[in-house]
């Protein structure tokens, strides 16, 4: 896929748990970590600095699962994600910080559709500058509510991977403007949780005769990561 960001998902299919669980789960996490500081932790001043951070997890996409060609052959809605970024925080002498930065996200998804040696395989990309609320010290534990908005990019393509890959065609590729909404807890330095939910919307499905649909979001994705 030539350099452009994407995301998108789906409508929540009956029965299955709310998507906002696990910003539920996160919530009462980072909350129990940061409520057991002390009064001193509290109000400890902060120095400011930058923070990065690099995650795997998964994706899901529902929308894009319901994609289904003349064959009723279509995309995995579930498949695997990769997210960098870099914030300054920016200290604001309490509790709370206020961390303003970029985001950098690709995930991807197999399908059954044909190509002509290869089956289609699904990438995303997304490129957003982003802020982050924080309670707690990242030293310790804390919570963080982050929020961002810029250039998401899809595409269907043929690849042939063994063991790089080759990009035999590209049917489909699209980029739009989106953003996100989320939810992470950290505990030190090495482990944080971060669940998001991006919405971005690409239109009708072109290029692939047999394929027709809309397609856009949300899309979900939850990783685990460090921070350095």
Not at 72 to 80: H, K, L, S
Not at 144 to 158: C, H, I, Q, R, S
Not at 177 to 197: C, H, K, Q
Request: aromatic share 12%; proline share 5%; hydrophobic share 40%.
């Amino acid at each position: 896929m030539t350099s452009r960001l994407a995301v998108a998902v789906a409508r929540r299919a009956p029965g299955s748990a709310p998507a906002y669980l696990p910003i539920l789960l996160l919530v009462a996490t980072g909350l129990a970590c940061v409520t057991g500081r002390t009064q001193d932790e509290v109000t400890q001043p902060r120095i400011d600095g930058w923070e990065s951070r690099v995650a795997l997890g998964v994706v899901r996409w529902p929308e894009l699962g319901n994609l289904r060609d003349t064959s009723g052959a279509g995309f995995d809605a579930t498949g695997f994600s990769i997210e960098a970024g870099f914030h300054k925080q920016r200290t604001t002498g309490g509790a709370q910080n206020v961390l303003l930065g970029i985001d950098f996200g690709m995930f991807t998804t197999d399908s059954d559709i044909p190509g002509v040696i290869e089956d289609l395989t699904q990438r995303g990309l997304y490129l957003t500058p982003s802020l982050r609320y924080r309670f707690g010290d990242r030293r310790k534990a804390y919570f963080d509510l982050t929020a961002g908005a810029g250039l998401y990019g899809v595409d269907f393509a043929e690849l042939i991977c063994n063991p790089g890959c080759l990009e035999l065609d590209d049917p489909f590729e699209e980029y739009t403007f989106g953003g996100y909404l989320g939810a992470s807890a950290g505990m030190g330095r090495w482990f944080v949780a971060d669940f998001r939910t991006h919405f971005a919307d690409f239109g009708p499905v072109t290029g692939i005769p047999s394929l027709s649909g809309e397609l856009s979001g949300p899309v979900y994705t939850l990783s685990l990561g460090a921070t350095f």
